[in-house]
């Protein structure tokens, strides 16, 4: 058809709808759309299918307007006749105009029963390019106009069914908004379940600075590091500060507490930081003496000591060097890298305190490597962490793990994360560290017990907003249990008011941030344990510190413990969360380090007030140094009998000259006289934790200042 048999017709159909429209005022009101809507369609689709008829044209269910052949006639849509078409006279344009206005008057008055609604929320097509001129009265037809709108099914190219989300990542690893995260080992797609700040509960002195890290979770229990990508942020600006250039970076501005938090795609994660206003007195360099073979890298270590007493990790911040970069380079953060044969000195400074430490740099060649520990038996489900240790040519040793590449002979068995393990199954496998071409091996059994359930502990705390809470997971085997604190995924329900941590370290520390409640899971292969957190208004009002007036022998140590109570009469451990200090350090020291907060150093003897202090308030205790000597150790359990598959703690109480006792657990050195049998540790945290290696008898010794005490231990199959 013709362009210009088509705009004759289409002026026709209109001016047959106007004169049908006006010709009949007596019959149809146009204010009243109700009583007069059917009848206008009827006439006016008459007229329209008559006026087609007469100017011989094809039946009008088969014409098409073509918008993409025919750029002066626009594609009807929702009924609508948009005559745009520059070529139509004025008077033409008016008619159509007012043709349109009556049009709209019914079409509007029907649209809600019309079959060809046009929804685009239920994902309804309207193909512009197919719309169809339709007579017949069956036809699916806008009122008026006749035109087909035509509804499609097919979902293939719908932008809101993304196949993404059950197909994985794409080739340029992109994911759905449901689950945005693409787990490039796995090629899944996951979602963001919490952030975690390490490291938890810091320590700084006021003019320093500390180095956080902001950790995701993801569903799927992978972790990745957005440090650079979340947003950083002090609760109290006046105490301590977070750099915008250098993500998660915190300064120390006064004495006081700070909550530094950070945040990203919609979830939050924080941590407390106190700071002091103690000065640096001097820097301490670990290992004060070490020899490397070319080659080889060596990670030195920056402790600061404060006027207070309190220490202070300065790795990260201290300024590092080398006295002969020929022979040995060092990067910020301690690592030194061993270049040529000869001797250099490593040096940490930071303002115009240094600390120093000896670097020899040989020709040495590794033969062997020792996997520890040996014959390491675990549980399904819990984790064992691996150490390798590199022997020389010239009879020198060096921890190598960093450097080995580590692998699981049956993965099926247990899986390595790293320089962990994890239990999935009974059996035996080989863990292997591989440096070059020297491995080194060890056998990891299995046991087949199966997880029940998973308590969470403390149930159902209550917790004032800036305080934090340390929740556990407890394991049920059977009739064992394990604690899996460290192995399992934490989640907290409503991140925006108490965030929980999933960093090495800290797992399962949670920070309230605003009142409310949350739910606290911990979650493992399929079996989840939940307690229900809530975070509250309630204030400070009291600082008590245990134990009371306790009197400890010079040399020794004693932790003491702060306990807050608030002003709902609820109590909580805020050990971690005071500042500490001693009011003679020529007698007593008392710790401020993370991990070690309250724990007291006898100097000398005499007398001290131990203070625990946060904010406005503080707490105290009297603390008497004596002058007695210890004369006895008691090991406990007695004569114990623990299976391969139970690690076994064992404690050490010491008695004093003046018949005073005190827990030395931390003091002694723990030895096993057969470690085929079993191992015993004496390194910080795990002091007296024996590991059962094989079936057998060997005797547990602990020992301390020439005192020594010795119980037997009987390993079962």
Not at 25 to 44: F, L, M, T
Not at 699 to 716: D, E, F, H, R, S
């Amino acid at each position: 058809m013709s362009h210009l048999r088509r705009v004759r017709i289409w002026l026709l159909a209109l001016v047959v709808i106007l004169v049908g429209c006006g010709g009949h005022d007596d019959d149809i009101e146009i204010g009243d759309p109700d009583a007069s809507s059917d009848r206008r369609s009827d006439v006016a689709s008459d007229r329209v299918s008559d006026a087609a008829n007469e100017a011989g044209d094809a039946p009008a269910s088969d014409a098409r307007v073509d918008a993409a052949s025919d750029g002066r006639v626009d594609a009807v849509v929702d009924a609508r006749v948009d005559t745009v078409d520059a070529r139509v006279d004025a008077t033409v344009d008016t008619r159509a105009d007012t043709a349109d206005a009556r049009v709209d008057a019914v079409v509007d008055a029907r649209v809600d029963t019309a079959d060809a609604r046009v929804d685009a929320v239920a994902d309804v097509r309207v193909d512009t390019a197919d719309a169809r001129v339709d007579t017949p009265p069956d036809a699916r037809v806008d009122t008026v106009a006749d035109v087909t709108v035509e509804v499609s099914t097919d979902t293939t190219n719908d932008p809101t069914i993304d196949p993404r989300v059950d197909a994985g990542c794409t080739t340029d690893n992109q994911c759905a908004p449901t689950a945005p995260h693409c787990n490039t080992n796995t090629g899944a797609c996951v979602s963001r379940v919490a952030i975690a700040v390490t490291p938890a509960n810091q320590s700084i002195a006021a003019g320093t600075t500390r180095q956080f890290t902001a950790t995701m979770t993801y569903s799927d229990t992978s972790t990745g590091d957005v440090t650079a990508l979340a947003a950083w942020a002090s609760s109290n600006t006046a105490v301590a500060t977070v750099d915008p250039g250098s993500p998660g970076l915190a300064t120390g501005v006064a004495q006081g507490m700070s909550t530094i938090s950070a945040t990203f795609a919609g979830l939050a994660g924080g941590t407390q930081l106190t700071v002091t206003i103690a000065t640096l007195t001097s820097i301490q360099v670990t290992p004060g003496t070490a020899t490397n073979a070319v080659g080889t890298t060596r990670q030195f270590t920056a402790q600061g000591t404060y006027t207070d007493n309190s220490t202070q990790d300065l790795t990260a911040s201290a300024t590092w060097a080398s006295s002969a970069t020929a022979v040995a380079t060092i990067a910020p953060g301690g690592l030194a890298t061993a270049i040529a044969l000869g001797p250099t000195t490593i040096t940490a400074t930071v303002g115009t305190i240094s600390g120093n430490a000896a670097l020899t740099v040989t020709t040495a060649v590794l033969v062997s490597i020792n996997v520890t520990p040996a014959n390491a038996t675990i549980a399904t489900l819990t984790t064992q962490l691996f150490t390798a240790t590199g022997t020389y040519t010239d009879n020198t040793t060096q921890n190598v793990t960093s450097q080995a590449t580590w692998a699981s002979s049956d993965p099926a068995i247990a899986i390595l994360n790293g320089t962990t393990a994890t239990g999935l199954s009974a059996g035996t496998t080989n863990i292997s560290a591989t440096v070059g071409a020297v491995v080194g091996t060890t056998p990891l059994h299995v046991t087949g017990e199966t997880l029940t359930s998973i308590e969470v502990t403390p149930a159902t705390p209550s917790i004032a907003v800036g305080f934090s809470v340390q929740f556990r997971a407890i394991g049920h085997f059977g009739a064992q249990t394990l604690d899996l604190t460290p192995d399992v995924l934490w989640s907290s329900s409503q991140d925006a008011n108490a965030s929980i941590s999933n960093a090495g370290g800290s797992e399962g520390l949670a920070t309230t941030l605003q009142p409310g409640t949350s739910n606290i899971s911990a979650t493992i292969a399929g079996v989840t344990g939940t307690t229900t957190l809530t975070i509250t208004n309630v204030t400070l009002t009291m600082i008590e510190v245990f134990p009371a007036n306790p009197s400890i022998a010079k040399g020794t140590t004693q932790g003491l413990t702060a306990r807050g109570t608030f002003s709902d009469l609820s109590t909580l451990d805020i050990t971690s969360q005071v500042s500490w200090s001693s009011t003679s350090f020529a007698t007593a020291t008392v710790s401020n380090t993370a991990g070690s907060k309250g724990v007291v150093t006898a100097v000398n003897t005499g007398t001290s007030i131990i203070v625990a202090s946060l904010g406005s308030l503080s707490g105290t205790t009297g603390l008497t140094v004596t002058p007695a000597t210890l004369v006895s150790i008691a090991i406990t359990p007695p004569n114990p009998t623990t299976s391969l598959a139970t690690p076994l703690q064992f404690t050490a109480m010491g008695t004093y000259s003046d018949a005073t006792t005190q827990d030395i657990t931390t003091l002694v050195t723990w030895n096993s006289t057969d470690s085929n049998v079993a191992t015993i540790s004496s390194a910080a945290g795990s002091e007296g934790l024996a590991t059962p290696v094989a079936a057998g008898m060997t005797n547990i010794t602990a020992g301390l200042n020439a005192v020594t005490q010795t119980t037997p231990l009987t390993v079962t199959p």
